[in-house]
């Protein structure tokens, strides 16, 4: 059977636990060679390469994927997943939680993108995918701060994707609805009404689960979405938030 990242080389940050954990699976599932990343030590699953750096830390995060570079002589796939939210209204916001997010959330995300896509350029190109969100497309309320840093990955994506495009390098986003992880499944169980009402307002009636997410990362970093770049997917049930 064919497997859509047979001995691509990718890497996935944030992928100790939730979404990017899942992500990182599903790509060794489908025959990538796995680098997953995060800042945290973590025991990754049999058969994938575990890199612990903090993506904020621009030194650590070059010696990381220049040894995956030096390790497999090409990448071929990065997954910027890794993130971070603080759930503020307006008038609560704090400006050390909002800083935090933007140097997580996109100028980690940047500066991670501007070395890859470097090496990527060496073997005649690759796909980037970044983890938006819906909140980013819908809006949100109680998530202004955090709506704003995943509107930046959206513009960074589609200018990216137009820069990057002459060196054969693709670059598309996923744009998640809300997601049972773990996380959400702890917020159910105290405010199950709350989420209730939230899922009233999905058309199909679920909640995204971490492999609906990983399938879509799946495809964008294939060669199945060889023509497709600077696209914004979402993958949201068809929520109205």
């Known amino acids: 059977?064919?497997?859509?990242?047979?001995?691509k080389v990718c890497i996935i940050t944030g992928a100790a636990q939730g979404i990017g954990c899942?992500?990182?699976?599903?790509?060794?599932?489908?025959?990538?060679?796995?680098?997953?990343?995060d800042r945290q030590d973590f025991t990754p699953q049999e058969g994938i390469n575990k890199l612990v750096f903090d993506i904020t830390?621009?030194?650590a995060a070059k010696q990381a994927i220049v040894s995956v570079f030096k390790a497999e002589g090409r990448i071929d796939v990065l997954v910027n997943n890794a993130g971070v939210v603080f759930n503020r209204k307006i008038g609560m916001i704090i400006r050390e939680e909002t800083e935090l997010m933007f140097r997580i959330n996109v100028i980690a995300v940047l500066e991670l993108i501007q070395l890859v896509s470097r090496l990527?350029?060496?073997?005649?190109?690759g796909s980037i995918v970044n983890i938006s969100s819906v909140t980013a497309q819908l809006g949100s309320p109680g998530q202004v701060a955090y709506s704003a840093t995943k509107g930046a990955i959206i513009s960074?994506?589609?200018s990216a994707a137009k820069e990057l495009a002459p060196q054969g390098i693709r670059v598309n986003a996923v744009a998640p609805g809300i997601v049972k992880t773990e996380r959400f499944e702890e917020l159910y169980e105290s405010d199950g009404q709350k989420i209730d009402k939230r899922i009233e307002r999905i058309a199909l009636g679920r909640l995204a689960t971490p492999e609906d997410i990983a399938n879509a990362c799946a495809f964008l970093a294939s060669d199945k979405a060889s023509y497709i770049s600077g696209e914004i997917l979402g993958v949201n049930g068809c929520a109205s938030i």
């Not at 059977?1 to 001995?7: D, G, K, P, V």
């Not at 899942?22 to 990343?37: L, M, R």
Request: aromatic letters at 6%; glycine letters at 8%.
């Open 22 to 37: 899942k992500i990182a699976q599903q790509f060794a599932q489908e025959g990538a060679i796995v680098y997953a990343c």
């Open 156 to 158: 960074l994506t589609k």
């Open 120 to 125: 990527m350029s060496r073997n005649g190109g």
């Open 1 to 7: 059977m064919e497997r859509l990242l047979e001995n």
């Open 57 to 59: 830390d621009a030194v």
